[in-house]
């Protein structure tokens, strides 16, 4: 289980930047970004949502988009990347991701604004991603992907991920990395406090 106080989830924003120096905040969602999260899907390319979702899908259903909302519920959290764009926060990237604490993994998806891609949005994305798994104490993290999805999986390769055949779909692919960063070495300020902090709470801590 993890030590977030969701009851203020500000102090985990992050700033990341993107390769040519464009400054992104990563936050998790909030129930004001309602219509703008739905906007974001909407506006995605048709490809790029059918990618993101493994079907053909015009927005978020009334059910899902209800799920992408909800933060820390059952050790799942949604992300959003915003930037201003004309004096307006406005999303550019979006991740989602769930601790399996049975399995000590981190399962994860997500997707970048078409007109943001080849920016360094998604590999910044998934380096803080790495922070967030490290923090939560998952030993690995996946994500699966369609075998056509070339984009996604030349930013896994280059991110340091090993593929594998997806366990139930053929038309999938598994992606996953080996979490060995330890607490006191995470990257990402706020995760490492994060983790330090699961760390003393843990029963195993020493007094």
């Known amino acids: ?30 129930p004001r970004d309602t219509d703008e999260l739905q906007h974001y899907f909407r506006s995605l390319s048709t490809r790029s949502r059918y990618n993101r979702f493994f079907g053909a899908i015009s927005e978020l259903p009334k059910g899902l ?44 998806g997500l997707s970048v604004d078409d007109r943001w891609q080849g920016h360094g949005v998604g590999t910044a994305l998934l380096k803080n991603l790495e922070c967030r798994a490290a923090a939560l104490g998952a030993e690995h993290m996946f994500g699966d992907t369609l075998r056509s999805n070339d984009t996604m999986i030349s930013l896994a390769r280059k991110s340091g991920f090993a593929f594998t ?22 990257p990402c300020a706020s995760w490492r406090l994060a983790a330090l902090s699961r760390q003393a709470a843990s029963p195993s801590a020493s007094a």
């Open 65 to 108: 988009l209800h799920d992408f909302l909800q933060v820390g519920e059952r050790e799942r959290f949604t992300v959003v990347a915003t930037m201003m764009v004309d004096g307006f926060e406005t999303i550019v990237a979006e991740a989602r991701y769930a601790f399996h604490a049975d399995t000590s993994t981190l399962e994860f």
């Open 1 to 30: 289980m993890s030590t977030l106080r969701l009851d203020d989830l500000k102090q985990y924003s992050d700033t990341l930047r993107t390769r040519h120096g464009d400054v992104l905040t990563l936050r998790f969602v909030e």
């Open 165 to 186: 055949n997806h366990p139930d779909d053929w038309k999938l692919v598994r992606f996953d990395k080996e979490i060995t960063v330890a607490p006191k070495e995470i």
